[in-house]
């Protein structure tokens, strides 16, 4: 028992209540949990926010208004749910086999660097180019996981700390491309690449949303179709739970883990073609990529792997991003937005664990009146694989 | 001559890799000191963030005068973040993973907001060099490893020999390693897990701290945005090059280091290459840093795997596992 485990449970033997360790989470209760930690991590934020003088209330009701109060809203939140999503989505199914991709800004990143060099130096119909620039950008997100995913798999090399490093090499990649070898010598302002001359399709009835926000809805759908119907998905179900009785399972773990981090990466780099097709972001700088592959990170810790739960995360955490922006304009600076996602992750990750407790009322336990029982049976489960 | 310039380029090269990569060393020390005990934190990044800006703070808005207390505070601060993440992870067996990143975006998102109004300020409260006198003036050999500030030899000299001495030779370096390796055998022999735990995870992240007051009180020496620019995060690769083990942590820095510093020195003298401009080979150099760390990790993994012989460079078996006595 730890120290505040022993504090927690003295406070609670003063009242009628005790902690009991649930034999089973469901699914469930544990995303129900993780969101209760966000919750509860926002109205921390709210409170101190309030105790720093700045009133949380009309914060919330500016960002509200910012979004849903008019269309501008709504597509802004659209537009920055997409990279969004897409990341996200590749942080999710790493962590259906515990594995954890850090870098998809990076790869991201990639991805857009190489549609750009596609859409520059090709001529064609737009289609054409589109497609092209989609197919480069999905393998550029692919190759770019590629060393860390072979290390991964075949070395046992941490993922997390060589997926990160290579954010700064993109990161670096990218500036060079806009202030060196892409570079467009008319634009006067911001330092650029040049910009494609195609984008994709607009959606009905929006000025600036295209028909990339579809995609990230089709590749959950995929996704959640392969690890609900295939061999496959199962197959890495069962690594993500015990990567060594899946290999006595005659599971080929280590290619299996190979193939995931490489279909990450290109999830994240095509995320990166879709951002860049947009009407306006035609171009690449240094500030391409507001860091959205933490924010995918945050929407994958949020739904604990379900892909539907990334896609509402996802529009949830966009819409929180672009209220941040508007805010910007209002005395809030992005660097609070940034803080206030290490609370919420926090949040999310006191509210996986707290998800396996619960409270029980002492008289009803008494009644059963088997408590020893009730740890063998526990301790048999835990000992169990 | 020729050899003379290789000499001299090598010395100033190493000269100026020493302070730069100090603050990695800290880092990765502290670092290094949370995970022999099982607690992987990801929040370097962060906790440099907010050491430095502590500092900075204690020196342009409370008046502190002494680097030394500048940096004791930052120390402090960045013990009370290492300490909420510490309850977080060890007595509340949170995510380790998940924490330790909202530890990394939290630390630069609150020393973001704190250094706002301080940008670019320059900081007058610096550290002094070290000299040690006449006779040893004026030879570059000697000042590329001499005349550097006091926290460069406590980092690169004082910090491994004592950690090495804890860890591998007495008896409490033996039980915490034994935390990190086999938690559930130290609780048996009466070793507080979760109490050495927090302890050590806490002090790991005052010397990360103390990393980022360097950096404002000697390196840079004043507060910009995103002040630690990735070296939060190569000092946890410098930990994973060293195999947990001090003394390498110093050869992992140095490599890092002696990489900026080329950047640093090409981009001043205009370096180009036949093939490749000035402009354009100073945006290919500030990669690699990051390339040969990537490179530095796959190292011990690869020499292990290619079946050379190597002392043990695994990682402590408990690392990141949270220990829970009901759940033996």
Same mark, same amino acid.
């Given at each position: ?8 449970? +003295? ?10 360790? #649930? ?46 109060? #008019? ?9 920055? +749910? ?9 942080? !999710? ?21 190489a549609a750009v060099g596609v859409g520059i130096h090709m001529d064609g119909p737009g289609w054409l180019v589109l497609i092209l620039m989609a197919v480069a950008a999905t393998l550029a997100g692919a190759v770019w996981i590629l060393v860390p995913a072979l290390a991964r798999a075949y070395w046992d090399v941490n993922e997390i700390i060589t ?48 028909i990339a926000l579809l995609v990230p809805l089709v590749i959950a759908a995929a996704l959640w179709w392969v690890f609900r119907s295939t061999t496959i998905g199962y197959e890495i179900d069962t690594i993500g739970g015990n990567p060594r009785a899946a290999g006595f399972a005659g599971i080929a773990v280590r290619r299996r883990i190979l193939v ?17 097709? !947009?009407?306006?972001?035609? +171009? ?20 604990? !792997? ?11 955490? !966009? ?67 | 001559?020729?050899? $003379? ?43 440099? %963030? ?12 409370? %008046? ?13 601060? $960045? ?11 060890? $007595? ?13 975006? %939290? ?9 706002? *109004?301080? *940008? ?17 003036? *004026?030879?570059?050999?000697?000042s590329a490893f001499l005349f550097h500030d006091p926290v460069v030899y406590i980092a690169y000299i004082g910090l491994p020999v004592v950690l090495w001495f804890v860890l591998f030779r007495t008896r409490h370096g033996m039980n915490m390693r034994a935390v990190g390796e086999n938690p559930a055998a130290a609780d048996a022999v009466g070793v ?38 990735? &070296? ?33 020195? $090409?981009?001043?003298? %205009? ?36 079946? &050379?012989?190597? &002392? ?12 829970? &006595?009901?759940?033996?």
């Amino acid at each position: 028992m730890t120290p505040l485990g022993s504090i927690a449970s +003295a406070v609670l033997r003063a009242t009628p209540w005790r902690l009991e360790r #649930r034999l089973e989470v469901e699914a469930r209760r544990a995303a129900l949990s993780r969101i209760g930690g966000a919750v509860g991590a926002m109205v921390l934020v709210g409170i101190l926010l309030l105790l720093t003088g700045r009133n949380a209330f009309w914060i919330f009701w500016q960002a509200l208004d910012a979004i849903f109060g #008019r269309q501008r809203g709504i597509e802004g939140a659209a537009l920055r +749910a997409i990279p969004i999503l897409m990341t996200a989505l590749g942080v !999710a199914l790493s962590l259906r086999m515990k594995v954890w991709n850090i870098g998809s800004d990076g790869q991201f990143l990639m991805g857009a660097l190489a549609a750009v060099g596609v859409g520059i130096h090709m001529d064609g119909p737009g289609w054409l180019v589109l497609i092209l620039m989609a197919v480069a950008a999905t393998l550029a997100g692919a190759v770019w996981i590629l060393v860390p995913a072979l290390a991964r798999a075949y070395w046992d090399v941490n993922e997390i700390i060589t997926t990160l490093l290579l954010n700064f090499v993109a990161l670096q990649l990218v500036t060079w491309s806009a202030l060196g070898f892409w570079r467009d010598k008319e634009a006067a302002v911001i330092q650029s690449t040049r910009e494609v001359s195609h984008t994709l399709p607009g959606l009905p009835g929006a000025n600036s949303v295209t028909i990339a926000l579809l995609v990230p809805l089709v590749i959950a759908a995929a996704l959640w179709w392969v690890f609900r119907s295939t061999t496959i998905g199962y197959e890495i179900d069962t690594i993500g739970g015990n990567p060594r009785a899946a290999g006595f399972a005659g599971i080929a773990v280590r290619r299996r883990i190979l193939v995931v981090m490489l279909f990450t990466g290109a999830i994240a780099g095509l995320g990166g073609m879709l951002q860049l097709s !947009a009407p306006g972001a035609q +171009a690449m700088n240094a500030g391409f990529s507001a860091q959205f592959g933490l924010s995918g990170f945050i929407v994958a810790a949020l739904a604990g !792997a379900s892909f539907w739960g990334v896609i509402g995360g996802g529009l949830f955490i !966009a819409s929180m991003f672009y209220a941040g922006i508007v805010l910007q304009t209002k005395g809030l600076s992005v660097y609070i937005i940034f803080a206030i996602y290490g609370v919420i992750l926090t949040g999310i990750a006191l509210g996986e664990i707290a998800a396996r407790y619960r409270v029980v009322r002492r008289d009803a336990d008494e009644a059963a009146s088997h408590p020893g029982a009730a740890v063998g049976t526990e301790a048999s489960r835990e000992a169990g694989p | 001559m020729i050899l $003379a310039i290789i000499e001299n380029a090598f010395l100033s090269l190493i000269g100026s890799a020493i302070p730069a990569s100090a603050v990695v060393m800290l880092a990765a020390t502290g670092a290094m000191l949370g995970e022999r005990v099982g607690v992987l934190n990801l929040g370097q990044e962060g906790l440099i %963030g907010i050491g430095a800006v502590y500092s900075v703070i204690a020196v342009l808005s409370w %008046g502190v005068e002494s680097p030394w207390l500048a940096m004791l505070i930052g120390m402090i601060a $960045a013990a009370v973040a290492g300490l909420i993440f510490a309850v977080c992870v060890v $007595a509340f067996r949170a995510s380790q993973v998940l924490v330790g990143l909202a530890l990394a975006l %939290g630390g630069i998102g609150l020393s973001n907001q704190l250094g706002t *109004n301080r *940008n670019g300020t320059p900081i007058q409260t610096l550290f002094r060099e070290v000299n040690p006198g006449g006779i040893l003036d *004026n030879h570059d050999a000697v000042s590329a490893f001499l005349f550097h500030d006091p926290v460069v030899y406590i980092a690169y000299i004082g910090l491994p020999v004592v950690l090495w001495f804890v860890l591998f030779r007495t008896r409490h370096g033996m039980n915490m390693r034994a935390v990190g390796e086999n938690p559930a055998a130290a609780d048996a022999v009466g070793v507080s897990v979760t109490g050495w735990r927090i302890f050590y995870s806490v002090l790991g992240a005052a010397l990360t701290g103390a990393g980022g007051a360097y950096m404002v009180l000697s390196f840079t020496p004043t507060w910009s945005p995103d002040i630690a620019r990735g &070296r939060g995060w190569v000092a946890l690769a410098v930990v994973i090059f060293a195999g947990w083990r001090p003394g390498w942590a110093v050869a992992g820095a140095l490599l890092y280091g002696s990489m900026i510093s080329l950047d640093t020195t $090409a981009q001043a003298r %205009g370096w180009g290459l036949p093939f490749m401009g000035a402009s354009d080979l100073s945006f290919f150099l500030s990669m690699l840093p990051y390339v040969v760390t990537l490179v530095a990790i796959l190292i011990p993994a690869g020499a292990v795997k290619l079946g &050379r012989r190597v &002392r043990s460079t695994a990682a402590p078996a408990a690392l990141a596992i949270p220990y829970s &006595r009901e759940e033996r």
